[in-house]
Every structure is written in C-alpha cells, then in structure tokens.
C-alpha cells in the first residue's frame, strides 16, 4: 500500500516507512498514474483529502500559487528582459547575414578598400587606388568609368545597407516598447518571416 506524505512531498510505502497518521492512503493505479504525471512536470498536493497533481509547469521560472502557475512579478521581469536581449541578438546576427549576402564574392580586402574607393571616386582624396585599379583593368576606356562604376555600387550599398538598417531599427524599437512575453511573441514571428529587403 503506497502512501502520500504531504509534508514531505513524498510517497511512502507500508512496512518499509513509518507512515504519518496525516498520510493519504493511494491505490497502485492511483500511485502510477500521479508517478507519471510528477515526472512530466506536475506537481503532486492534497486538496480535500485526495492527492493531486498540477498541470504540467509551462517553464521552470513558473510557480504553483495553489490554483494556477503564475511567474512571479521580479522573474517575469527578468524573463522579459532576458528575451529582449536573445531577440536583439538574433536581429543582429541577421542583419549580419543579410549584409554577407549582398558582399558575396568580394575579398575582405576589396570590402576594406569600399570606402577608400568611393572618396577616390567622389573627388575627395588624390585617386591613388582606383588608379592602380584603373591600370591592372583592360575593360575600362577611363578612369572617369571607373569612378562611375564605384559611385554606382557605393549608392547601391548605401541604400540597400540603409533599408537594412530601418529594418532591424524598427525591430529593435518594437522589442524595447514590448512589455509582455506574448508581444515578444509576435515580434519573434515577425522576425522569422523576414527574408529579404
């Protein structure tokens, strides 16, 4: 015969325990079906004489009030802010991988160089580099092209980097003014769903 001892949280087994006159005698059927349900995150209490079991803990930051789980105010606090910041990760990595997409096939050289390439191509500094450039190229008839061919994907960079950039800001104040899990939710999804510019 299987015994629940409230006080402990704990079954207890006749002739192997000293059983508490205040233990709730259970059934064999009764012991396993309340083992398997403690195991899969229910918790197990006395309610008007029987033993019975919570519905499985949501998270391991929810707690058993005696009628619900409910996460109290100082970890839903914490909790909503430990998403934010998994959410703002996840928004710069993509990010990331959205600007990697677009620099396919260029050497960490030539992407350090952009910059330089476009205050040469803009008039802003003497044209050391696209002159080099320019010389090591035989499908150019000027260095005037080339300064064309720079400016060109140096706006075309700019705006694409630009509409990347309102993007994840965008995001970003979303996940700052959320101010429940279910919000974050829902920004989560939305972050999911974005594939493209």
């Not at 580099?129 to 000027?142: M, N």
Request: charged residues 30%; glycine residues 4%; aromatic residues 10%.
């Amino acid at each position: 015969m299987y015994f629940f001892d409230n006080h402990i949280n704990a079954f207890l087994v006749e002739g192997l325990h000293d059983i508490p006159v205040d233990a709730i005698a259970v059934s064999d059927n009764e012991y396993e079906d309340l083992v398997a349900k403690r195991d899969i995150g229910c918790l197990l209490y006395v309610d008007d004489n029987q033993v019975k079991a919570t519905p499985p803990q949501p998270s391991p930051t929810h707690e058993w009030d005696g009628k619900d789980w409910v996460i109290s105010p100082e970890k839903q606090t914490a909790l909503l802010a430990e998403r934010k910041t998994q959410l703002l990760n996840v928004i710069a990595n993509k990010t990331d991988n959205f600007k990697a997409q677009y620099l396919v096939g260029y050497s960490q050289a030539e992407i350090d160089s952009f910059y330089r390439q476009e205050r040469e191509a803009r008039n802003e500094l003497p044209t050391m580099l696209l002159t080099e450039i320019f010389e090591g190229r035989d499908d150019l008839s000027s260095i005037e092209e080339l300064k064309k061919k720079v400016i060109e994907k140096a706006d075309l960079f700019a705006i694409i980097m630009g509409k990347l950039f309102a993007i994840k800001q965008g995001f970003e104040k979303h996940i700052d003014q959320a101010e429940t899990i279910e919000q974050l939710d829902k920004i989560e999804q939305e972050i999911n769903q974005w594939q493209k510019l």
